[in-house]
């Protein structure tokens, strides 16, 4: 079975109890399911784990919800650690990319100034 990120999108740092939330994402689980509303989280002890989406549910209905365990939750760590990480770098080599041409920018606006 195929897994992949499909988004990904920085939390800023919600917490919920003692652990924080790093970035939420989306799944797809090739012939099986898209899985919208995964987080990843750093725990109290500083390590990553994964939470499944949301169960939202009406009061005396039985719990509906998925839950990754053993070799899938380890594949879905590492690929959502992977994404984070990746995400991460590109959104600075886009920023250091912008510092740049701004300062282009400013140096041509100076020159022509003067």
């Not at 053993?70 to 250091?96: C, E, H, P, T, W």
Request: net charge positive; aromatic share 6%.
């Amino acid at each position: 079975m195929t897994i992949s990120v499909t988004t990904m999108r920085l939390a800023e740092g919600a917490l919920v109890g003692t652990s924080k939330i790093v970035a939420y994402f989306d799944l797809r689980l090739e012939g099986i399911a898209d899985v919208r509303g995964c987080a990843l989280v750093e725990t109290e002890k500083h390590g990553l784990s994964v939470w499944s989406p949301p169960c939202e549910r009406k009061p005396n209905e039985p719990e509906r919800g998925i839950k990754f365990t053993g070799s899938m939750r380890k594949a879905v760590i590492r690929l959502a650690r992977q994404s984070y990480d990746d995400f991460v770098k590109s959104r600075l080599a886009n920023a250091i990319t912008m510092s740049a041409s701004v300062a282009l920018v400013r140096e041509i606006e100076e020159r022509d100034a003067a």
